[in-house]
């Protein structure tokens, strides 16, 4: 028998009728989650026919009420794509930073799942990228996170931990690519997604540049006022990878 608990569909081991009516729901609970966990850490195979450089080592923090959150996406997206629909075949890679000063800040913000212009679900992002290397997954990229206006059906967002400063968006994007752990791990973050997912060096961008892109499209004409990860700072990140 097969139970599909959202994408992951799961078999659960050969249990007889009355221990299975039982466990079963632990059990495809607990086989659920992990497979989550494998997904988010990109331990799950790259489809065939498609080759990527390895994973890098990606540290598990998985939003609360994640089953929730999906359900929200559905309605979100057809608001704003005309699709009631939360899974993510990723096409693009938005590049963020948190204007914050921690992992901890940023995860936080995230998992409070509080309404954003009147709409859930709240802000969050795929990974996060910390300043001492550490990689960090949040969401898998199989499932639509609310990171970037009209490219939230196509795109995984990645957060660099990086506050903001009073000398402006020049400095912020100096200081992320000149931090050897922090800027080597998102690059071979993104070096394996792009080849996972066949994804196009044009379609790797910044928040800044999400506007002006092909694939931006929202019904509800919502643009994007951030100004994080303008063009030359991608064009670098792109040139490195
Ligand atoms: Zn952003």
New binding site residues.
């Given amino acids: 028998m097969c139970v599909c608990a959202g994408v992951w569909c799961l078999t659960p081991p050969d249990l007889s009728g009355a221990l299975r009516a039982r466990l079963e729901p632990r059990v495809t609970r607990r086989a659920a989650r992990r497979a989550l966990l494998r997904e988010v850490q990109l331990l799950h195979p790259v489809r065939s026919g498609r080759r990527a450089p390895p994973a890098p080592t990606i540290v598990p923090r998985l939003l609360p009420f994640i089953d929730q959150r999906m359900a929200q996406a559905a309605e979100y997206s057809y608001r704003h794509y005309g699709e009631r629909e939360w899974r993510l075949d990723p096409q693009m890679i ?4 948190t ?1 914050g000063p921690t992992f901890s800040s940023a995860w936080h913000t995230f998992a409070n799942n509080r309404p954003r212009r009147g709409e859930l679900p709240g802000l969050c992002a795929h990974y996060i990228v910390d300043q001492d290397g550490t990689i960090y997954g949040l969401v898998p990229p199989s499932v639509r996170c609310r ?2 206006n009209g490219v939230n059906h196509v795109a995984i ?1 990645i ?1 660099f931990v990086q506050d903001c400063l009073p000398q402006g968006a020049s400095a912020v994007e100096r200081a992320m690519l000149t931090r050897g752990p922090q800027i080597e791990a998102g690059l071979a973050l993104v070096r394996h997604l792009r080849r996972r997912f066949d994804i196009h060096d044009d379609n790797i961008i ?3 540049m999400v506007n002006r892109h092909a694939m931006y499209s929202d019904l509800l004409g919502r643009t ?1 006022d ?1 100004g ?2 303008r063009e030359g700072a991608v064009r670098e990140f792109r040139r490195r990878l």
Avoid: I, K, Q
């Fill in positions: 938005v590049l963020h930073y204007c990171h970037a967002g957060e910044g928040h800044a994007n951030h994080d990860w």
